[in-house]
């Protein structure tokens, strides 16, 4: 027998896993910039909390990067795999007659993610890590905020925070319902979900753009 | 009706394809879509052309031999449907039709519209059976209870054809709708236990080595499937992979 996890379903699994990890880890990362609207310090608790505990930085956020790393090799890899099962092109294909935009298009929502995710991690991650672990600067509970309000001064970076949410938004719309599938879930639990996942989906990246939207005005 | 057709025609697997057009005329909307067909095969005999070949067999669409995909659908436009089964009047006077085979690795074009789909027997015989003997020693049907809902879920499961408009419609050429109704119509029933680990390991395991692509849930299939096979019986494939493969 083979590996499960070597089988199409067994990869399709994993990929489900992955994806949900992310959700949930966007939830939590949405939960807590959300805060940076309404106060400040509790921003700057909460930032000086994630960015301090052991725990969150040794363990958690390892994981994190293996989890994305992840998700987007195997993304990459079962789109290799599926276009060489579907060697030959029709001259003429309806493909919105029986399937979404979305869950036809999951690499090309997801290469716009990861372009994010690189500004992103340009934006605050490798500066955050300069900071704590190579110049070993000295921890100032009180600078997340004014890091994250100078970041969203530029309007063209809100901009494309944006876009890039709506490419999520739509990832997510497939992505949230497609993981429940892959893992086995029938169909009519899917549906009774159905606007549980049309909520976070559309929700979590309207939220996250809000947020950039907002410091961008209230700092004009 | 006047008709334009734009028709893959390619000599044999060895060799490559290309649409030809041909027009065709006095096509009556009463006529089935591969009736249609059989009249233009006529007219190029008549003119000493060789005859597009396409895949056929009860045209009463329980064979799912006929094949076809049809300006950019799986059957054709409609659903629920076999090529057999479609109508000219759902096209109108003037119309041009693009007539493609079923495309994908694991299929590959035979002649013209024909593909070889016989990945889908080598799955089937990789685990879709019971091999109970009931020759000589049948037992009565209502000696073993069956829930009714899983009577009713087997049975919508066993309406698959086997045409494979499934792969044809789905953007990774997955079979996962062909194998998972195949699966699900033995794993719902109690005469299909004793195999139940076995079958969904091999099947899914010949399905992997045919070459088929994996699943992205766009449900593409489910929406084309001729019997109306729900997406349904890929998850439960899945969870009967994980039974099978955790035990
Ligand atoms: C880093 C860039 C990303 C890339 C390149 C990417 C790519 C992909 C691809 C290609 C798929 C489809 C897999 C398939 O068809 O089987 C997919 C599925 C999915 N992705 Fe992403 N993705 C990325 C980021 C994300 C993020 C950040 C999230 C959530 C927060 C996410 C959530 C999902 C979900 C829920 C699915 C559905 C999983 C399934 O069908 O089982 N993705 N992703
Ligand atoms: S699942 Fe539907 S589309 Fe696929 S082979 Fe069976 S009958 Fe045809
Ligand atoms: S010819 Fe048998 S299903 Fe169409």
């Known amino acids: 027998m083979k590996n499960f996890i070597t089988t199409s379903i067994g990869k399709k699994f994993a990929m489900a896993l992955s994806a949900i990890f992310l959700m949930v880890f966007l939830l939590q990362h949405f939960l807590i910039n959300i805060t940076s609207v309404f106060s400040a310090d509790i921003f700057n608790f909460l930032s000086h909390f994630m960015g301090t505990n052991p725990l969150v930085q040794f363990i958690l956020q390892p994981i994190l990067i293996a989890g994305v790393i992840f998700h987007f090799v195997m993304g990459f890899y079962l789109e290799f795999q599926n276009r060489k099962a579907t060697k030959y092109e029709y001259h003429k294909v309806r493909g919105g007659a029986n399937s979404t935009w979305m869950s036809r298009n999951m690499i090309w929502s997801g290469l716009v993610i990861l372009s994010f995710l690189i500004l992103h991690f340009i934006d605050f991650w490798f500066p955050e890590m300069n900071h704590k672990y190579v110049e070993f600067l000295p921890e100032d509970p009180n600078r997340y905020y004014d890091e994250l309000v100078e970041k969203f001064e530029s309007p063209v970076r809100v901009l494309f925070y944006c876009v890039s949410f709506v490419l999520l938004s739509l990832h997510l719309l497939h992505g949230f319902s497609s993981s429940l599938k892959s893992m086995g879930t029938n169909k009519t639990y899917v549906s009774t979900v159905k606007n549980l996942s049309n909520f976070y989906a559309i929700g979590i990246p309207a939220g996250f753009c809000f947020i950039a939207v907002f410091h961008l005005l209230s700092h004009l | ?247």
Request: glycine share 6%; hydrophobic share 35%.
């Open chain 2, 1 to 247: 009706m006047r008709l334009t057709l734009k028709i893959w025609r390619q000599k044999n697997s060895e060799t490559k394809g290309k649409i030809e057009s041909y027009d065709i005329d006095e096509i009556s909307p009463d006529m089935s879509f591969l009736e249609m067909l059989d009249v233009l095969n006529a007219k190029l005999i008549n003119e000493d052309q060789e005859p597009v070949s396409f895949d056929h067999d009860c045209r009463e669409g329980i064979c799912g031999s006929c094949s076809l995909f049809i300006n950019g659908r799986a059957h054709g436009p409609d659903r629920r449907i076999t090529t057999c089964q479609l109508h000219m009047r759902k096209f109108k006077d003037g119309d041009t039709i693009y007539i493609e085979p079923f495309r994908a690795k694991a299929f590959p074009v035979i002649k013209d519209l024909v593909v070889d789909r016989s990945a889908f027997d080598r799955i089937q015989h990789a685990g879709g059976y019971i091999s109970i003997n009931t020759s000589g020693n049948t037992q009565d049907a209502n000696a073993t209870p069956v829930n009714k809902e899983d009577a009713d879920a087997a049975f919508d499961a066993a309406t698959c054809i086997g045409c494979g408009a499934c792969v044809a419609s789905c953007k990774n050429s997955s079979a996962m709708l062909f194998v998972g109704a195949k699966v699900s119509q033995y794993s719902l029933l109690p005469q299909g236990q004793t195999e139940a680990s076995r079958r969904v390991i091999n099947m899914v395991n010949q399905m992997d080595l045919e070459g088929f692509g994996n699943c992205s849930n766009t449900g593409a299939c489910e929406v084309e499937c001729p019997k109306g096979i729900s997406l349904d019986n890929i998850a439960r494939m899945n969870r009967e992979l994980v039974k099978a493969s955790f035990k």
